[in-house]
């Protein structure tokens, strides 16, 4: 499967535990964006990397989230302890550029729920 | 920061029925894209417009682009249970992209 992948699908955690999500972009892609999804709601931009590179985290929470998009391996969305409101859908995805009018291909999504 | 508004939030309509929703930014847009989630899904990109005017069609959905590329629409004719999902429209602010509020399509058979 070329898509972009994600990992888990479902993650439970109970509060103050930490939660770790990884993606791996679409072969040749080099540009990975994360977004959060609340129950019945749209998608929220959280932050932008490329690898090594945090281009953009605008939309991150100031504590307790971080991602990274190192050299060899996936991007990873960590939350550190996780509270009730972190329940959502953390979708990744992917372009083979960047410049504003490139598409972006979107992984399966995990499902966090904090107990 | 930029916000992208769609109308009507949810829409039920019988199997064979039309549907459209529309997008509407308050800037004007150098283009915009409009994506598609099924229940339980992930956004699956659809189409982009870039020209002022823009009409684009894929089998029963036509896609418009407005003349002042301020506002989209995205029309389905004779609707099928598969048209079933959420429908949003996305424009990039730089390098992110910008999600609309979304219009969530019900279709009864």
């Known amino acids: 499967n070329a898509g972009v992948m994600q990992n888990p699908r479902h993650l439970v955690r109970r509060r103050g535990q930490e939660a770790r999500l990884r993606c791996s972009p679409m072969?040749?892609?080099?540009?990975v964006y994360w977004y959060r999804q609340l129950p019945e709601e749209g998608l929220k931009f959280m932050v932008y990397?490329?690898?090594?590179?945090?281009?953009?985290e605008s939309g991150m929470p100031k504590e307790r989230f971080s991602a990274e998009f190192p050299k060899e391996g996936p991007s990873i969305l960590r939350i550190q302890q996780v509270v009730r409101g972190d329940s959502a859908a953390y979708f990744c995805?992917?372009?083979?550029?960047?410049?504003?009018?490139?598409?972006?291909?979107f992984g399966d999504g995990t499902r966090l729920s904090i107990l | 920061g930029q916000q992208v508004m769609q109308i009507p939030q949810y829409q039920h309509v019988q199997e064979g029925e039309d549907f459209t929703t529309y997008c509407n930014s308050s800037?004007?847009?150098?283009?915009i894209q409009w994506y598609k989630q099924r229940p339980g899904g992930h956004p699956v990109f659809l189409i982009q417009?870039?020209?002022?005017?823009e009409v684009k069609k894929q089998k029963r959905l036509t896609f418009q682009f407005g003349e002042a590329k301020k506002n989209s629409s995205l029309h389905i004719t004779a609707t099928q249970t598969t048209d079933v999902g959420t429908y949003f429209c996305?424009?990039?602010?730089?390098?992110?992209?910008?999600f609309g509020t979304g219009t969530r399509l019900q279709v009864f058979p």
């Open positions: 995805a992917s372009s083979h550029t960047t410049g504003g009018n490139q598409p972006q291909h």
């Open positions: 072969k040749g892609h080099s540009h």
């Open positions: 990397l490329q690898k090594e590179n945090i281009i953009d």
């Open positions: 800037t004007t847009l150098s283009n």
């Open positions: 417009l870039v020209k002022s005017g």
């Open positions: 996305a424009v990039y602010n730089t390098d992110k992209l910008i």
